[in-house]
Structures are given as structure tokens and as C-alpha cells.
């Protein structure tokens, strides 16, 4: 079965220290990966994603994140955190098989960052 | 603001009963996906359409059920409503059918009672 493991639940950190999330997953075949991103009182919104090609990858607001298939992570990263970076983040996983489609999010790490 | 709109906004429905929620998608988006998010946990995958079929599916028993129609717009439909069935419903657009890039809507919160 297809999971999303994101270990941290809540993190707490000062503006300008360095962040990684962590978030592992389940899956024997292709998969997509993503992260999202909800900032308080707004919609989920895509932080970056990962189809093919450089595993490293670049998203907005200065976020990047390494798929290292060999250890089936997916780790969000950002070098210096503002306080504007509090928000909820979720990693998920899309599978698709035969051109049918299965999504499975992580259950979200919430990042207090503070002034 | 994404351009997908769900309605109503909140809703409080009795246990067995049936509710039908809805949800607009972005214009140009020809694929929507339906999520459940309790309180506290991460959303989880109902349904996805692609031009009007179902093309995925997660783990929801099948009185929860959909429609996409020609516009693109979209139903969720729960029948035998549950007191567990309280959460967060969000929908999704995408334009394409693997979904490289989903739009997510602000959510309709479903009470059950």
C-alpha cells in the first residue's frame, strides 16, 4: 500500500535558522512527489514538485527539495526561514498506474517560526 | 485565489442523511480531485475525474460518490451520512490527468450531527 510518513509534527524554529522537513514514502512503482504548503487562514497551495529528471528541485519562496530514491525521501529544505514561513506542510505522493491515479498525503508538519 | 470554488462554505447535516457538495473548477482545468481532511490529519484522497470519468480512487467506502460534468464542475455525494464523516471536503483542479499541478479550493466543512 501506497504511504507518506513526514516525522516532524511540529517544529519550532528563529528566523534564520536552516529547516529541513523530512518526509519518506511507500511505493513500489513511479511516483510524483510534491509539497504543499498552507499558510494560516488560506487554501493548500503547491510549494514544488518532483516528476523526473535533476532530483533536486527548486519551488517558490526560496524552498528546494532532494528525492533520493534509494531511501524514498523526499526532504523539504530551505537555508534561512522567515517568520512569514510559518504555515502547515504536507508532502504527498501520486501513483499512477494504467492511467489511474492515487494521491496519499503526509499528516502535515507545522512550522512555528519565530521573530 | 486559485479560481476553484466550493459551495457551501460550512454545512451541518444529521447522521443518514445525504449531502451533496460542490465544487468549480479553475478555468481550463479539465481534471478535479475530491479530498477528505479531519482535524488534524493530513488530507486523504477520495476521487479524481478526468473529462467527465473517474480516473482514481483512495480507500472511501462507495457511499461517498461523483460527477464531473462538461463544464468540469463537480459533485461529492455522501449517502448514510456517519458521525465520522465530519471534516474538512476540499476539491481540486488540474489540467491534466496525472495532475502535475492541482489547484486546491478553500474547503466546505461538514458537520455531522
Known amino acids: 500500500a501506497q504511504s507518506v510518513s513526514q516525522h516532524n509534527h511540529h517544529v519550532i524554529l528563529s528566523e534564520a535558522a536552516s529547516l529541513e522537513l523530512g518526509c519518506n514514502y511507500s511505493?513500489?512503482?513511479?511516483?510524483?512527489l510534491f509539497w504543499y504548503v498552507q499558510y494560516p487562514g488560506q487554501h493548500l497551495q503547491l510549494l514544488l514538485k518532483?516528476?523526473?529528471?535533476?532530483?533536486l528541485v527548486k519551488g517558490i519562496k526560496g524552498f528546494e527539495a532532494e528525492f533520493i530514491k534509494s531511501k524514498f525521501s523526499f526532504n523539504l529544505r530551505k537555508p534561512s526561514v522567515q517568520w512569514s514561513d510559518t504555515a502547515e506542510y504536507f508532502c504527498?505522493?501520486?501513483?499512477?498506474?494504467?492511467?489511474?491515479?492515487?494521491?496519499?498525503f503526509g499528516t502535515g508538519t507545522k512550522l512555528q517560526v519565530i521573530p | 485565489e486559485t479560481g476553484v470554488t466550493q459551495s457551501p462554505t460550512h454545512l451541518i447535516k444529521t447522521r443518514g442523511q445525504q449531502v451533496t457538495l460542490r465544487c468549480s473548477s479553475q478555468s481550463g482545468h479539465n481534471t478535479v480531485s475530491w479530498y477528505q481532511q479531519a482535524l488534524g490529519q493530513g488530507p486523504q484522497f477520495i476521487f479524481q475525474y478526468y473529462r467527465e470519468e473517474e480516473n482514481g480512487r483512495g480507500n472511501f467506502p462507495p457511499r461517498f460518490s461523483g460527477l464531473q460534468f462538461p463544464n468540469y464542475s463537480s459533485e461529492l455525494n455522501v449517502n448514510a451520512l456517519e458521525l465520522d464523516d465530519s471534516a474538512l471536503y476540499l476539491c481540486a483542479s488540474g489540467w491534466d490527468r496525472e495532475n502535475t499541478e492541482a489547484f486546491f479550493g478553500q474547503g466546505t466543512r461538514l458537520t455531522v450531527v
Open positions: 511505493y513500489g512503482g513511479t511516483v510524483n
Open positions: 504527498a505522493v501520486n501513483s499512477h498506474s494504467g492511467g489511474y491515479q492515487k494521491v496519499t
Open positions: 518532483y516528476f523526473s529528471g535533476d532530483p
